[in-house]
């Protein structure tokens, strides 16, 4: 099986917190075992909303890299790299946009929703409305196949794939194609390559979906082709034409439950968060003064967990058995709110403890980091190379 390549990008937008983890990180910390994986600092995107105060974008991206190392991201396994230091990025945005209809970015719902919101920036602005077309370049780019993104992430991975599809249909003509497509479909052996092409004759003519879906798998499983040879074929299996840019899917993370310190959702927007890397003590007495039930204003009172914030939390962290305690101590004043918040605390400090020791060399130094981030940025950018080739040459710009 072909690898699939996974993209994700976070803004630099400040330090991350275990909403973060709980919802996204644990997540990449699972796929970079599982497919290649790219990650990358989205500093362009950050300054679509923050053009007007960009100095904190450094600090902010070198502490989110630190944040990404602290949860298990491993940079022996994914590529860690920053946007701005991949200028191909930028190359294919310019490019995409000369053929991006302005109507496809006008409806992207986060434009409209955001600009109502956040009131006190004016984002009338070319680069906002062009922050979806600059999503849809770092993820062609690197012809990701899989993109790891939350629900509100989803209509942006959309418009990345109607990008795609345009583009091909524009620029994937080749006065040759066909000859060559059938050169490589050679290169699968007589039967294979009968088979291959049966089956796409019946997808043109007749429409039988399920017979493109036949076609994919076995290319998909065939190992002796190049890279060249398989897009070729990919592309010929949908039409007559070659397939510059791979369309890519959503891989929808769970939404996090993550409950913050107040027992709404965590979000730096509403001031109740427990940062990644936050000093012990200072969990602890963010913990220790949660507000909880409010019924339960004197020791004596027996209180209900299900509308405690804290125990919202423990559910995060607390085993079967350790719920059944603090419901059965809560509803029967047998234990205090302290008592109930301290093996909580606990969970949070011994979780925490292992970020905080990934993350102590490279608060130590910075150069480890940045090393780091010079040699992902380097792969990243051998890809992106290859990718703007095939792009420039598709649509005349190979000046040789
Ligand atoms: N827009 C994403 C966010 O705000 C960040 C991002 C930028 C991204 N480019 C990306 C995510 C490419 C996935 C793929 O969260
Ligand atoms: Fe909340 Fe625990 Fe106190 Fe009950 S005992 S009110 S669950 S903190």
């Not at 996974?6 to 699972?30: A, C, D």
């Not at 942006?156 to 091909?168: D, G, K, S, W, Y």
């Not at 510059?244 to 913050?260: C, D, K, N, W």
């Amino acid at each position: 099986m072909y690898p699939q390549r996974v993209l994700s990008g976070m803004r630099p937008t400040g330090v991350l917190h275990l909403g973060h983890y709980h919802g996204v990180l644990k997540n990449w910390v699972r796929l970079q075992s599982e497919y290649e994986c790219l990650f990358f600092v989205a500093d362009w995107h950050a300054l679509t909303t923050h053009y007007e105060d960009p100095h904190q974008i450094s600090t902010h991206t070198w502490d989110l890299v630190v944040d990404w190392l602290a949860a298990g991201i491993d940079p022996s396994q994914a590529t860690l790299f920053i946007q701005s230091r991949v200028p191909e990025h930028a190359e294919l945005h310019l490019l995409l946009s000369m053929c991006t209809p302005l109507g496809w970015l006008e409806r992207v719902p986060s434009f409209k929703d955001q600009q109502e919101r956040l009131t006190d920036r004016d984002l009338s602005t070319y680069g906002f409305l062009g922050y979806p077309l600059l999503q849809a370049a770092d993820i062609l780019i690197y012809r990701a196949d899989q993109v790891p993104v939350g629900e509100d992430q989803v209509p942006h991975v959309e418009l990345t794939r109607e990008v795609a599809r345009r583009f091909n249909h524009l620029y994937g003509r080749e006065p040759d194609f066909e000859a060559k497509a059938q050169e490589a479909a050679k290169k699968l052996g007589s039967k294979r390559a009968r088979l291959i092409l049966d089956l796409r004759a019946r997808h043109q003519e007749q429409g039988d979906d399920e017979a493109l879906e036949q076609a994919r798998a076995l290319l998909q499983e065939a190992q002796n082709l190049t890279m060249d040879d398989r897009e070729l074929l990919f592309g010929y299996l949908e039409g007559s034409r070659r397939l510059i840019l791979v369309e890519p899917q959503s891989l929808l993370t769970q939404a996090s439950r993550m409950p913050g310190l107040d027992g709404q959702k965590m979000s730096k927007s509403y001031n109740n968060t427990i940062g990644l890397r936050e000093h012990p003590d200072e969990v602890s007495r963010k913990i220790k003064t949660m507000p909880t039930d409010p019924a339960r204003a004197r020791r004596s009172d027996p209180g209900s967990p299900d509308r405690c914030p804290v125990f919202s939390l423990h559910e995060v962290y607390s085993d079967e058995s350790r719920l059944a305690w603090v419901r059965e101590g809560c509803t029967t004043a047998g234990i205090g709110c302290l008592d109930c918040k301290q093996p909580l605390i606990d969970s949070v400090l011994a979780e925490q403890s292992v970020f905080r020791e990934r993350a102590k060399p490279y608060e130590e130094d910075l150069d480890l980091v940045k090393n780091i981030v010079a040699d992902g940025c380097e792969r990243a950018r051998d890809l992106a190379r290859q990718t703007m080739r095939d792009v420039r040459e598709a649509m005349g710009l190979d000046l040789g």
